[in-house]
């Protein structure tokens, strides 16, 4: 079955950076788009950014210039590299694919912008 794992999350000062990344098995990695959504408390999850099997990235505004996603198909992995950080980028991160009309997520991990 498809699994996803993030990692990388934490606790970081407005202005920092943190490197998010994906580990995914049970898919054709290479053939699938790849998403990071988020979700802040009391709020809709939302796409962060996503990117295809070829590596064409797409950004939600709030995030572009700032955020970058990458991938190795080698590896099965999708990354998230996040600087510039906000306090409005707090919340969960989730890793995201949709595989045969479904759509799956890993359990997230946390992030949190305060000084």
């Known amino acids: 079955q498809v699994h996803l794992v993030e990692s990388g999350g934490g606790l970081v000062q407005p202005g920092g950076s943190l490197r998010l990344s994906c580990s995914a098995s049970?898919?054709?990695?290479?053939?699938?788009?790849m998403n990071w959504d988020r979700q802040a408390t009391e709020k809709q999850r939302e796409v962060v950014a996503n990117?295809?099997?070829?590596?064409?990235?797409n950004y939600a505004d709030s995030v572009k210039g700032r955020f970058t996603i990458s991938r190795e198909n080698v590896w099965n992995r999708v990354f998230l590299q996040m600087n510039s950080l906000k306090p409005e980028d707090t919340g969960a991160y989730y890793c995201?694919?949709?595989?045969?009309?479904?759509?799956?997520w890993g359990r997230g991990t946390r992030v949190t912008v305060d000084s």
């Open positions: 049970g898919i054709n990695f290479r053939l699938y788009t």
């Open positions: 990117i295809t099997g070829g590596g064409t990235a």
């Open positions: 995201a694919v949709r595989f045969r009309g479904s759509a799956f």
